[in-house]
């Protein structure tokens, strides 16, 4: 069982930047793959970002170049870094834990999935 608990969410202008941290329970952190979803009002979630166990990383086109995922296994937490905000970033942002298979963009693949936390871009 993991509990994934979201932080660093805010209201920014676009143009700038936050970090995202999810914190993991339990000391199996180090065998799930972790990743990144997001689900703006009106849409289907959708998958941002994420990093393997051996921190091999994956990303949407629309946010490549943008957002960087990194992983802390001592500290039990995923990041995920994002530069140049823009409006469309709005969402609500989730991490979430996989332990079995291979590095996926699949959100049905993953077991554990965190509360959320509010991201907004404004103008």
């Known amino acids: 069982q993991v509990q994934l608990v979201e932080s660093g969410g805010g209201l920014v202008q676009a143009g700038a930047s936050l970090r995202l941290s999810c914190a993991a329970s339990?000391?199996?952190?180090?065998?799930?793959?972790m990743g990144w979803f997001r689900q703006a009002p009106g849409k289907e979630r959708e998958f941002v970002a994420a990093?393997?166990?051996?921190?091999?990383?994956h990303y949407a086109d629309s946010v490549k170049g943008r957002f960087t995922v990194s992983r802390d296994n001592a500290k039990n937490t995923v990041y995920l870094q994002m530069n140049s905000l823009k409006l469309e970033d709005t969402a609500v942002y989730y991490c979430?834990?996989?332990?079995?298979?291979?590095?996926?963009?699949?959100?049905?693949?993953?077991?554990?999935w965190g509360q959320g936390t509010q991201v907004t871009v404004s103008p």
């Open positions: 339990g000391r199996t952190f180090g065998d799930y793959h």
């Open positions: 979430a834990a996989d332990r079995w298979g291979a590095l996926t963009v699949v959100s049905d693949n993953y077991d554990y």
């Open positions: 990093i393997s166990r051996s921190s091999s990383t």
